[in-house]
């Protein structure tokens, strides 16, 4: 199982789409899976539930699918939040999406589907995150303005295994 972490518009579902599609594995996507099991839209359970109903939802959602058949998981950007999922996340293969909160904001912006780009303290609300993206991380990548692609690339190529390394000559033999 790999999960993808990060702020919202760091790319999670686009990179996720194509490392999944690399690897050979399932993609999934914590928010759409939510909205198939609510029956509704992410805003509309933010606005009848709270955000805090909507992070209950999210746990269960998330505990489920890190039980499941292997794949390539993006979760939303604040499940980090949740202590419960923080825990959960904290114990699986977790690849850290970085963003600036003005690329992030760039990429996003104006989405109606994001409730949380109403929040007039949005920007504080990506710093505290910050720490805890890194806290569950265990590869973090700096997307930095670059395509999915390369994003993904990098992924493949920082996941894959040292390859062995053919003998060399041996330090301090030759005189
Ligand atoms: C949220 C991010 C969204 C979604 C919900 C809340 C957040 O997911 O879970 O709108 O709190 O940052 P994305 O990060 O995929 O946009």
């Known amino acids: 199982?790999?999960?993808?972490?990060?702020?919202?518009?760091?790319?999670?579902?686009?990179?996720?789409?194509?490392?999944?599609?690399?690897?050979?594995?399932?993609?999934?996507?914590?928010?759409?899976?939510?909205?198939?099991?609510?029956?509704?839209?992410?805003?509309?359970?933010?606005?009848?539930?709270?955000?805090?109903?909507?992070?209950?939802?999210?746990?269960?959602?998330?505990?489920?699918?890190?039980?499941?058949?292997?794949?390539?998981?993006?979760?939303?950007?604040?499940?980090?939040?949740?202590?419960?999922?923080w825990r959960l996340l904290r114990a699986a293969r977790v690849i850290y999406l970085q963003v600036t909160y003005e690329e992030a904001l760039q990429r996003v912006g104006g989405d109606a589907g994001r409730p949380l780009l109403q929040r007039p303290d949005l920007q504080d609300i990506y710093r505290r995150r910050l720490p805890a993206y890194q806290s569950v991380a265990t590869l973090t990548i700096a997307t930095g303005g670059r395509p999915a692609e390369a994003v993904c690339r990098e992924v493949v190529s920082r996941l894959a295994p040292e390859p062995d390394l053919p003998p060399g000559p041996q330090a301090g033999y030759a005189r």
């Not at 790999?2 to 990179?15: H, N, P």
């Not at 914590?30 to 709270?50: H, K, M, N, Q, T």
């Open 1 to 85: 199982m790999i999960v993808l972490v990060g702020f919202m518009g760091a790319g999670k579902s686009s990179v996720g789409r194509l490392l999944a599609a690399r690897l050979g594995l399932p993609f999934a996507d914590s928010d759409l899976v939510i909205e198939e099991r609510c029956g509704s839209r992410v805003p509309e359970i933010f606005a009848e539930y709270g955000e805090a109903g909507f992070r209950v939802v999210e746990h269960e959602v998330i505990d489920e699918l890190l039980r499941g058949p292997d794949a390539v998981l993006a979760v939303g950007g604040g499940a980090v939040e949740h202590r419960a999922t």
